[in-house]
C-alpha cells in the first residue's frame, strides 16, 4: 500500500502557457498533499503544502499566483505552474500522508522543461 | 527553527562492506520522527527507515539499521552487506511530533557502491 501517483512524468512546454501536474493517492485517503521542487543534485525544498477543502499553505518565496494548487479530494491534488518561463525548468515532486502511519509518500516525480 | 546536518556529501563502499551515513539535527522539540529516505537515479523518493523519537530502540529494516542517539541529536544510518542496487542519494529528514506532517531535508548524500 502507500502508493503516490503523478501524472504527467515529463512534460515540455513554451514560455508563457501553463502546465498542471496531477498528484494521486492511489490506495489511501491523503488530507494533506506536499509539494516539493528539485533542482539537480540538490535537496527537495518544500513549495507548499495542500490541505482537502482548503486553501494551500505556501512557504515563504513562493509566489502563489504562479503555483496553483488545487486539493479537490481526498486523493488528488493539483499543481499549475502558471505562465511558466524557463526559469521554472525543474523536477517537481508531490507526497502524500498517510494520518495512521505518519510517514509521507512520494510520488516520481514531474520534469518539466520550458523552452 | 529545525535544522539537519549531511556532513558526508559522498561516500563510496565496497559491495557486501558496511557503510555509516551521518545525520545531525538541530531542535527545540521532544516529539518528533526521523526518517531517511532514498533516490535511485530514477529519482524516484523511496522510504528506507523511520524512527520515533520517543523510541529507545534503534529502528532496523533489514540490512538498514540506524544509530539513533536523541541528547546528541544524531541519526546515523548504517548500511550492511552493501548491494550495487544501494546506489543512491540518501536523504536523512525530520519531522514534528504534531499535526504537521511537513519534512525538513538535509542536502543528502550521494552514496556510490564499488563492486
Known amino acids: 500500500g502507500a502508493v503516490v501517483s503523478q501524472h504527467p512524468s515529463w512534460v515540455i512546454c513554451k514560455s508563457g502557457t501553463s502546465v498542471k501536474i496531477e498528484c494521486r493517492s492511489l490506495?489511501?485517503?491523503?488530507?494533506?498533499m506536499f509539494w516539493y521542487r528539485q533542482f539537480p543534485k540538490k535537496s527537495l525544498m518544500l513549495m507548499a503544502t495542500?490541505?482537502?477543502?482548503?486553501?494551500?499553505?505556501?512557504e515563504q518565496g513562493v509566489e502563489k499566483d504562479k503555483f496553483l494548487i488545487n486539493h479537490a479530494s481526498l486523493t488528488l491534488s493539483t499543481l499549475t505552474v502558471t505562465s511558466a518561463h524557463p526559469e521554472d525548468s525543474s523536477f517537481y515532486i508531490c507526497?502524500?500522508?498517510?494520518?495512521?502511519?505518519?510517514?509521507?509518500?512520494f510520488g516520481p516525480g514531474t520534469r518539466l522543461l520550458v523552452l | 527553527a529545525q535544522t539537519v546536518t549531511q556532513s558526508q556529501p559522498e561516500m563510496s563502499v565496497q559491495e557486501a562492506e558496511t557503510v555509516t551515513l551521518s545525520c545531525t539535527y538541530d531542535t527545540s522539540e521532544s516529539d518528533y520522527y526521523l526518517f531517511w529516505y532514498k533516490q535511485p537515479p530514477s529519482r524516484q523518493m523511496i522510504l528506507v527507515i523511520r524512527?520515533?523519537?520517543?523510541?529507545?530502540q534503534n529502528a532496523t529494516e533489514n540490512r538498514f539499521s540506524v544509530n539513533f542517539q536523541k541528547a546528541a541529536k544524531s541519526f546515523s544510518l548504517k548500511i550492511s552487506d552493501s548491494q550495487l542496487g544501494d546506489a543512491a542519494m540518501y536523504f536523512c529528514?525530520?519531522?514534528?511530533?504534531?499535526?504537521?506532517?511537513?519534512?525538513?531535508f538535509g542536502k543528502g548524500t550521494l552514496l556510490t557502491v564499488n563492486p
Open positions: 529528514a525530520y519531522r514534528s511530533g504534531g499535526s504537521n506532517y511537513k519534512l525538513t
Open positions: 490506495d489511501f485517503q491523503a488530507t494533506t
Open positions: 507526497s502524500a500522508g498517510r494520518e495512521i502511519q505518519e510517514t509521507q509518500y
Open positions: 495542500s490541505n482537502e477543502g482548503s486553501k494551500a499553505t505556501y
Open positions: 524512527q520515533e523519537a520517543y523510541k529507545q
